[in-house]
Nanobody, 123 residues
Framework: QVQLVESGGGLVQAGGSLRLSCAAS????????MGWFRQAPAKEREFVAA????????YYADSVKGRFTVSRDNAKNTVYLQMDSLKPEDTAVYYC????????????????WGQGTQVTVSS
């Protein structure tokens, strides 16, 4: 089992940057593909970015491609989401998730979820 704790959210102006972190417990962290999802008020949770177990493969939603970068440090049991050129429509609660399978952009692939961190982008 994996426990996930996100941090790094906050309030930022449009065009600014934030870096989210997700710390994972457990010695088997590197067996999990990791993903970032977000949920805005009155909207369904949606895929943002994902990274494979080794970090060699990454995946992005079209809406964030070229602005967000996902990475992981398996020695620190941590996955990151660097968010640049933020827009008001990026405002949401951001969740990290772990998948013992391929993961990718499929929400049902993920078995473990963090509690979420709020990101608010002002215009």
């Amino acid at each position: 089992q994996v426990q996930l704790v996100e941090s790094g959210g906050g309030l930022v102006q449009a065009g600014g940057s934030l870096r989210l972190s997700c710390a994972a417990s457990g010695r088997t962290y590197n067996r999990y593909a990791m993903g970032w999802f977000r949920q805005a008020p009155a909207k369904e949770r949606e895929f943002v970015a994902a990274i494979s177990r080794t970090g060699r493969s990454t995946y992005y939603a079209d809406s964030v491609k070229g602005r967000f970068t996902v990475s992981r440090d398996n020695a620190k049991n941590t996955v990151y989401l660097q968010m640049d050129s933020l827009k008001p429509e990026d405002t949401a609660v951001y969740y990290c998730a772990a998948s013992p399978r391929v993961g990718g952009g499929v929400i049902n692939e993920y078995d473990y979820w963090g509690q979420g961190t709020q990101v608010t982008v002002s215009s």
